[in-house]
């Protein structure tokens, strides 16, 4: 059998409307034509479809069989290009967005939820790695968009700030800082540290500030996860310098003040990251307009309406003596 889906349509056509020219109408061919479609699907199938009558046409058994299931195969198709449509559109299908650990526990359990309980056709995975890792894989084409901290050098990608992500001190409560309003990275050089592990983004960034000083940090303890550094800091066993939304998230169990650093270089926001807007799939276009990105790409060299970094500017102007910083 040769049918297509346009001789399914023209012959329901004539079946619905009990005329093989009222059908032709209904299908926008003319008779001639019609009646030659007609004819070669029963020559085709080697079976009589329809019955010629005085006053129009009937089917067949077998033509009842043919409408029957051509019903069937024309609503599937429509079922399909509605879904197809929806995939397209961004309504349907699985979205992969990349975050680092303050974005992933802080910024995004309050604002994905409105987003995604609106479109219930998405799936968002949402994957945890430092922001060095996310540059890494937007510039192996690994990744379409992620959300990093302005402190890495995110050079040749486009980075949109949707959200403060500053640093600040955390110390048990007896300690001699603990009513201080601002400290100063500089005047808490002497301290015993307790940090991340030595290949965290975030602690090599701290670090480079401490060898810039000319010193390094007095490291007590490495631990794995925020949560452990914020539970040794509660035992007194030293200070440590943590995202500020991440050591409020973690104060309510363990026991320790919260004093802001001074500097410049502390002050960081969290960015939308990717690589050129017009290669993004459409979902990733509107979970990110929902984060805070504009709807379009910008010009070449408008970076100031988007807040981007192309060339991996210093938006403190240390990097140069530091080398690359990350997080």
Request: positive net charge.
């Amino acid at each position: 059998m040769r049918l297509d889906l346009s001789d399914l349509r023209l012959f329901l056509c004539i079946v619905d409307a009990g005329s093989i020219t009222q059908g032709a109408l209904r299908a926008n061919l003319a008779l001639a034509s019609a009646s030659e479609r007609l004819r070669g699907m029963e020559a085709d199938l080697g079976l009589k479809l329809l019955e010629r009558r005085s006053r129009g046409v009937a089917t067949t058994e077998a033509g009842e069989a043919l409408a029957h299931h051509a019903r069937l195969i024309l609503r599937r198709q429509a079922l399909l290009k509605g879904e197809l449509r929806d995939f397209a559109l961004g309504a349907r299908g699985t979205i992969h967005l990349y975050a680092n650990t303050a974005a992933l526990t802080v910024f995004l359990p309050r604002t994905l939820g409105p987003w995604l309980a609106a479109r219930p056709g998405l799936r968002v995975e949402l994957k945890e790695r430092t922001s060095v890792e996310i540059v890494r894989m937007l510039h192996a084409g690994l990744a379409e968009a992620g959300i990093v901290s302005d402190a890495v050098d995110a050079n040749g990608l486009v980075r949109k700030a949707i959200a403060k992500d500053h640093l600040a001190l955390i110390v048990p409560r007896a300690h001699r800082l603990a009513e201080c309003a601002a400290v100063r990275f500089i005047d808490i050089l002497d301290e015993a540290f307790v940090g991340l592990t030595s290949r965290n983004a975030l602690q090599e960034h701290i670090e480079a500030h401490a060898r810039a000083e000319g010193r390094d940090l007095a490291m007590r303890v490495h631990m794995k996860t925020f949560e452990g550094v914020c539970g040794m800091v509660s035992d007194g066993v030293g200070v440590a310098i943590l995202p500020r939304s991440l050591a409020g998230r973690y104060r309510r169990k363990n026991g320790y003040r919260t004093i802001p650093l001074a500097e410049k270089w502390a002050r960081r926001q969290l960015c939308l990251c990717f690589r050129d807007w017009n290669e993004l799939s459409p979902p990733i276009q509107s979970l990110l307009v929902h984060l805070g990105a504009k709807s379009q790409a910008p010009a070449a060299g408008l970076m100031p309406e988007w807040g981007q970094t192309r060339t991996g500017s210093d938006p403190v102007g240390r990097r140069n003596a530091l080398g690359q910083w990350r997080q």
